[in-house]
């Protein structure tokens, strides 16, 4: 379906969210009047919230996520030179042990990549690097083919190959959250990592979970509408991350098939809807970088609970897949 998003729903969302002090994410978490706790810290250069049931302590719960936190950068950050990630980049060609988180978040990169025709590549980290958004600085070209991962071996084809989980890793960060807070009999939670979000249970109110998706125009800060969540949602966009020049916007996602940013077009942004973090994080990539054309087919095919965004003549338009149901 494809369909104009009203402005006076998006002006009322905003309003009620800057009145309740909520960030407007991508998504973000929409005002709430039933009784709820709220932690929140920082980390990935971006913030983090954590969204329970009144009554419940949430300050024991800061130091053994900032932990779990500080575990997956040292796992999958491309910025420090001293992850996991890194050291992978740094080895000659051939097969290498690597940890069981960074094998797990690896075969799940490479199985999108493989479902996708290669629109989500790990290895296209030196072409991010290229236009100014990543670390990257030195590696092969892209080629996630060769690239594999079988338990805790990891193979590299040739000298050079580089990793970049940056498109997945904060999806499997929220999963892991959220199996720490089930683990502590927390089942109905809410959990958020730079505007992905991850939802089980229900809310106080005995309903699901809702959450707001941010208008994608750069200068906006207000919600196009609403989603009842359960499981999680990613979004990919050029809003945040981006930069202007002569005119023309350059984003960091990276089109593996041309090496060039995407965002030329009227796509803006794309969010998935999918059981795991990991997955909608990961899709959500995939999706922005295959484009306005090829993405709707591509989630299509694959049964995606999907939404696209595009800006037209200043007006937003919203088209989903499958079951991704967007309230206005």
């Given at each position: 379906?494809?369909h104009?998003?009203?402005?006076?729903?998006?002006?009322?969302l905003?309003?009620?969210?800057?009145?309740?002090?909520?960030?407007?994410?991508?998504?973000?978490?929409?005002?709430?009047?039933?009784?709820?706790?709220?932690?929140?810290?920082?980390?990935?250069?971006?913030?983090?919230?954590?969204?329970?049931?009144?009554?419940?302590?949430?300050?024991?719960?800061?130091?053994?996520?900032?932990?779990?936190?500080?575990?997956?950068?040292?796992?999958?950050?491309?910025?420090r030179?001293?992850?996991?990630?890194?050291?992978?980049?740094r080895?000659?060609?051939?097969?290498?042990?690597?940890?069981?988180?960074?094998?797990?978040?690896?075969?799940?990169?490479?199985?999108?990549?493989?479902?996708?025709?290669?629109a989500?590549?790990?290895?296209?980290?030196?072409?991010?690097?290229r236009?100014?958004?990543?670390p990257?600085?030195?590696?092969?070209?892209?080629?996630?083919?060769?690239v594999?991962?079988?338990?805790?071996r990891?193979?590299?084809?040739?000298?050079?190959?580089?990793?970049?989980?940056?498109?997945?890793?904060?999806?499997?960060?929220?999963?892991?959250?959220?199996?720490?807070?089930?683990?502590?009999?927390?089942?109905?939670?809410?959990?958020?990592?730079?505007?992905?979000?991850?939802?089980?249970?229900?809310?106080?109110?005995?309903?699901?979970?809702?959450?707001?998706?941010?208008?994608?125009?750069?200068?906006?800060?207000?919600?196009?509408?609403?989603?009842?969540?359960?499981?999680?949602?990613?979004?990919s966009?050029?809003?945040?991350?981006?930069?202007?020049?002569?005119?023309?916007?350059?984003?960091?996602?990276?089109?593996?098939?041309?090496?060039?940013?995407?965002?030329?077009?009227?796509?803006?942004?794309?969010?998935?809807?999918?059981g795991t973090?990991?997955?909608a994080?990961?899709?959500?990539?995939?999706?922005?970088?295959a484009?306005?054309?090829?993405?709707?087919?591509?989630?299509?095919?694959?049964?995606?609970?999907?939404?696209?965004?595009?800006?037209?003549?200043?007006?937003?338009?919203?088209?989903?897949?499958?079951?991704?149901?967007?309230?206005?």
């Amino acid at each position: 379906m494809d369909h104009p998003v009203s402005p006076d729903r998006r002006l009322f969302l905003a309003r009620a969210s800057a009145a309740m002090g909520l960030a407007l994410a991508a998504p973000a978490v929409r005002a709430e009047p039933s009784p709820v706790v709220t932690l929140s810290d920082r980390a990935f250069a971006t913030g983090w919230r954590i969204v329970l049931p009144s009554g419940v302590a949430v300050a024991p719960l800061r130091a053994p996520v900032q932990a779990l936190l500080a575990e997956v950068d040292r796992q999958m950050s491309p910025w420090r030179a001293d992850s996991e990630v890194c050291a992978v980049n740094r080895a000659p060609a051939g097969a290498m042990g690597v940890g069981p988180e960074l094998a797990r978040v690896t075969q799940a990169a490479l199985s999108i990549s493989a479902a996708s025709g290669g629109a989500f590549d790990p290895t296209v980290g030196p072409e991010v690097a290229r236009w100014g958004f990543g670390p990257i600085a030195q590696g092969a070209a892209p080629d996630w083919q060769g690239v594999s991962c079988d338990g805790a071996r990891l193979d590299k084809a040739r000298d050079g190959l580089t990793l970049d989980l940056c498109g997945i890793a904060k999806g499997r960060a929220l999963d892991r959250i959220s199996d720490l807070l089930l683990a502590r009999g927390l089942g109905d939670h809410l959990v958020e990592i730079g505007g992905e979000l991850r939802a089980s249970g229900l809310h106080p109110a005995g309903r699901p979970w809702q959450v707001g998706v941010e208008d994608p125009r750069p200068g906006r800060a207000s919600l196009v509408g609403q989603v009842a969540l359960r499981g999680a949602i990613a979004t990919s966009g050029i809003k945040d991350n981006s930069y202007q020049l002569a005119g023309k916007r350059y984003s960091h996602i990276i089109d593996p098939a041309t090496g060039r940013p995407v965002g030329a077009g009227t796509l803006a942004s794309v969010s998935v809807r999918a059981g795991t973090g990991m997955e909608a994080d990961g899709w959500a990539t995939a999706l922005m970088a295959a484009g306005g054309v090829a993405g709707p087919q591509l989630a299509r095919a694959h049964g995606l609970d999907s939404l696209f965004l595009r800006v037209q003549d200043g007006v937003v338009r919203a088209e989903t897949t499958g079951a991704f149901a967007l309230s206005l």
